[in-house]
Nanobody, 123 residues
């Protein structure tokens, strides 16, 4: 059974940092497209960062140069290092996965989702 469990969210002041983690069970990251998404109240879920099976990465313009997505295949864990946090980064953050040689931004592309971890940034 595929399971993703996010952790590492919390409350932080603007300018601070958080590191999100997403260990997986039931599959191995090495052949999957993985992504971090977020959803703020009243807004649609949006892509934050994606990483393909070759560890190539892409970021949304709003987080580029502040966030870093990475994975540890040995630990089967996905990470999102978030620096220089802003109040507009406040949202529920989700990790997602799909076994594929391609990797796309659209949430509908991903088959497996975690339950989310809340990030609150106060200004």
């Amino acid at each position: 059974q595929v399971q993703l469990v996010e952790s590492g969210g919390g409350s932080v002041q603007a300018g601070g940092s958080l590191r999100l983690s997403c260990p997986a069970s039931g599959f191995t990251y090495s052949t999957y497209c993985m992504g971090w998404f977020r959803q703020a109240p009243g807004k649609e879920r949006e892509g934050v960062a994606i990483i393909d099976w070759l560890s190539s990465t892409k970021y949304s313009d709003s987080v580029k140069d502040r966030f870093t997505i990475s994975k540890d295949n040995a630990k089967n864990t996905l990470y999102l290092q978030m620096n220089s946090l802003k109040s507009e980064d406040t949202a529920m953050y989700y990790c997602a996965a799909r076994q594929s040689g391609n990797c796309f931004w659209a949430p509908a592309f991903f088959l497996y989702w975690g339950q989310g971890t809340q990030v609150d940034v106060s200004s």
